[in-house]
């Protein structure tokens, strides 16, 4: 059965992770609910953040894992037995698409947009984490998709889901300081300077490089000074257009 569910409830589940801190050892919602009361989520990405994301929605069904690395996915397996196992989304969505309610997307950022996309255009509620997508157009088509489609959506901003900020959000469309038209970002982060060591070897058995790269133009797997999951941050693995890997 597919639980129909509203706003409220989907961002409710996604932001689990506050009711079930509180709540003793061993003990979650989902022994007071029915199943037909749960989501039936898959997870794409259940490493570090990923983790982080799955573990705060043991209130749910976890129907389905998804991650390139095997031995994050044999972690995550293993606290979720009842889940099954995929390296690839996209043979996820094709196997699982009628077998759970909304997704959760922690991959590397590169393949956020790619793989919200294909849940969306199941109608598939989404929980990404930032950033959502790499351009304006990417974000406008998820958003046409989401609309089309009826789907529930929230990305991953931490504090900005809070009152305060909604608040602000509030005033800013309501004119209090008149029409924008200028907008200023900036991040106060960066990661190893943007420098790099790259070798001429094999990435390690347990990651699928070919898979984590996506849509990603191919580059050689980084090592030694750099985890390859910040490849992406780094600017080395600008989105191209990249044969569908069969």
């Not at 598939?124 to 950033?131: A, F, L, M, N």
């Not at 901003?157 to 469309?173: C, S």
Request: glycine residues 6%; proline residues 4%; positive net charge.
């Amino acid at each position: 059965m597919t639980v129909r569910l509203d706003r409220r409830r989907f961002l409710g589940a996604a932001a689990a992770g506050a009711v079930l801190a509180g709540l003793p050892t061993g003990t979650t919602r989902a022994e007071e609910r029915s199943p037909n009361e749960r989501l039936k989520i898959a997870c794409v990405g259940v490493a570090n953040k990923g983790w982080d994301n799955v573990a705060n929605l043991r209130s749910e069904d976890i129907v389905a894992l998804c991650d390139v690395d095997s031995n994050y996915l044999d972690k995550a397996a293993g606290e979720f037995p009842k889940a099954t196992k995929y390296r690839d989304y996209r043979k996820l969505f094709d196997a699982e698409a009628k077998n759970f309610d909304a997704v959760v997307v922690s991959t590397a950022d590169h393949n956020h947009a790619v793989a919200s996309a294909i849940a969306l255009s199941l109608g598939k509620h989404v929980y990404c984490e930032k950033p959502l997508t790499h351009t304006v157009q990417e974000a406008r088509h998820l958003a046409a998709l989401a609309a089309r489609n009826k789907c529930v959506t929230q990305m991953g901003t931490q504090i900005h889901a809070g009152d305060n900020y909604r608040r602000v959000v509030e005033l800013i469309q309501a004119g209090a300081i008149g029409t924008v038209s200028e907008v200023y970002n900036w991040c106060n982060k960066g990661w190893s300077n943007g420098r790099f060591k790259v070798a001429n070897q094999p990435a390690p058995a347990n990651l699928d490089w070919d898979l984590w790269l996506g849509p990603a133009k191919q580059r050689p797997f980084c090592t030694e000074t750099m985890s390859p999951y910040f490849l992406a941050s780094s600017g080395l693995c600008r989105p191209h257009a990249r044969p569908t890997q069969t």
